[in-house]
């Protein structure tokens, strides 16, 4: 599976922006995708990631903010982020996890960046 991440880009506190990541590839055995971010000399971190079930889960400092989606017709998956903050300003990677017959399979987009001004 390859993903292709776009949509990052610099934005004032209170604004929106809409990251989008497409999946190409197996995409049949994908059974979730999400996002991640990182800033520089911390971990990479769960923003929010969406299981085929619909099930969905946020981190804490995004919840109410941040809204995931998924159109599996166009094997893209969506975060849009509202009421951005400057401690928001990282790169943003999605994630996908495909499983098939051979074993679980973890891959990563190329990163995007999100910059908030305070």
């Known amino acids: 599976v390859q993903l292709q991440a776009s949509g990052g880009g610099l934005v004032q506190a209170g604004g929106s922006l809409r990251l989008s990541c497409v999946g190409s590839g197996n995409t049949f055995s994908i059974i979730a995708m999400g996002w991640y971010r990182q800033v520089p000399g911390k971990q990479r971190e769960l923003v929010a990631d969406l299981l085929n079930g619909g099930t969905t889960r946020y981190s804490e400092s995004v919840k109410g903010r941040f809204t995931i989606s998924r159109d599996n017709a166009k094997n893209t998956v969506y975060l849009q982020m509202s009421k951005l903050k400057p401690e928001d300003t990282a790169v943003y990677y999605c994630?996908?996890?495909?499983?098939?017959?051979?074993?679980?399979?973890?891959?990563w987009g190329q990163g995007t960046q999100v910059t908030v001004s305070s």
């Open positions: 994630k996908t996890t495909t499983v098939t017959s051979r074993g679980s399979n973890v891959y």
